[in-house]
């Protein structure tokens, strides 16, 4: 599938599956990863519904900065974003058997809502193959252009998609779609990245710079850097208008 049918589904659906952007190995590698880090830093996380939580990944082990600036995916977030955007935060989720299905919700604030040019996207990366089974994200499409942050409490949500896909694919959301984690009605955990990337005068959900191994630097590239605000050096001023000054 080219950008132009990515592009046409994230308008019109809000949503779009990006198929094998990682190979099964590259796949493998971060969910081992990452299991490794939920063992050492991770948290419960009761929004919506219960599932596991890492968070700042950027800082935990570098087999996730390839996520970063990875070009098949970065073109599609540049498009809404344009090419100033940053990291707003790459977190993860770990869903366990017998989580339930998470509350449908949008990550844009009410009053920041922009149905011509959104102010985030998020990028779910499967390190595990999703399906209905296992808890993979559910997506109400069109809802990005609802006006809505949650479903109202009076209507019933009848038309949800739950895309499935091989483990290394990507799914890109326009972050005012209505999105939440599947209940996972398997038998093993279903563990994804969240990459969240947002307009250059936004502030980070989660701050790259809090704990980065500095002998990690050297190892990024310049794109990386831009995109965590670290071109200027780590833990420089990095507001956004120390940044773009």
């Not at 087999?63 to 974003?81: N, Q, S």
């Not at 985030?120 to 942050?149: C, E, Y």
């Not at 890109?172 to 990245?193: F, K």
Request: aromatic share 6%; hydrophobic share 35%; with cysteine.
């Amino acid at each position: 599938m080219n950008n132009q049918q990515h592009l046409f589904e994230l308008d019109v659906y809000g949503f779009t599956v990006v198929e094998d952007v990682l190979t099964t190995e590259e796949a493998g590698e971060m969910r081992e990863a990452l299991m490794r880090c939920e063992k050492e830093f991770g948290t419960e996380a009761r929004n919506r519904g219960t599932a596991r939580h890492v968070a700042n990944l950027p800082v935990m082990d570098r087999v996730f900065h390839k996520t970063i600036d990875h070009p098949r995916i970065l073109p599609l977030l540049e498009h809404y974003l344009e090419r100033s955007l940053i990291l707003g935060s790459l977190n993860a989720r770990i869903v366990r058997p017998g989580d339930p299905d998470q509350g449908l919700h949008s990550d844009i604030p009410l009053e920041m809502l922009n149905f011509s040019s959104p102010v985030m996207m998020n990028t779910i990366w499967m390190l595990d193959d999703f399906s209905p089974v296992n808890g993979g994200t559910r997506v109400v499409p069109g809802s990005h252009k609802s006006g809505l942050v949650v479903p109202p409490e009076d209507v019933s949500v009848k038309h949800i998609a739950q895309p499935e896909g091989s483990a290394g694919s990507v799914i890109v959301i326009n972050g005012q779609i209505w999105h939440a984690g599947g209940a996972n009605t398997g038998t093993t955990n279903r563990h994804a990245l969240f990459g969240h990337y947002r307009k250059r005068m936004c502030m980070f959900q989660v701050d790259p710079h809090d704990g980065f191994p500095p002998e990690w630097f050297d190892g990024l590239t310049e794109r990386q850097r831009q995109l965590m605000r670290m071109s200027k050096g780590l833990r420089s001023a990095h507001a956004a208008d120390a940044h773009f000054r």
